[in-house]
């Protein structure tokens, strides 16, 4: 099992920044690539981006390519998503996943999620 706890959400201005975080526990954290969603109401949860277990391979979908950047550090068993330059339409809720396949189309553990708000 592997424990995922994510932190860093709030209230933003458009423009603005924020970064969240995701600690995970549990099993060996570098054995699992790491990737972030988020769900807006009424939506369906979305990809957001994703790193591979050694941080050499990121993926993003487009819409936050250039204005949001994943990281990993293996020593400290966290995720982060740096978010620049935000926008109303990423107000969601935003979820960390993991799972040992690269890009998988069914993740295998998720957080609880944090709620990051983009005001006009």
């Known amino acids: 099992q592997v424990q995922l706890v994510e932190s860093g959400g709030g209230l933003v201005q458009a423009g603005g920044s924020l970064r969240l975080s995701c600690a995970a526990s549990g099993r060996t954290f570098s054995n699992y690539a790491m990737g972030w969603f988020r769900q807006a109401p009424g939506k369906e949860r979305e990809f957001v981006a994703a790193?591979?277990?050694?941080?050499?391979?990121?993926y993003y979908t487009d819409s936050v390519k250039g204005r949001f950047t994943i990281s990993r550090n293996n020593a400290k068993n966290t995720v982060y998503l740096q978010m620049n330059s935000l926008k109303p339409e990423d107000t969601a809720v935003y979820y960390c996943?993991?799972?040992?396949?690269?890009?998988?189309?069914?993740?295998?553990?998720w957080g609880q999620g944090t709620q990051v708000t983009v005001s006009s």
């Open positions: 996943a993991a799972d040992q396949t690269w890009l998988a189309t069914m993740w295998d553990y």
């Open positions: 790193i591979s277990g050694s941080g050499r391979n990121t």
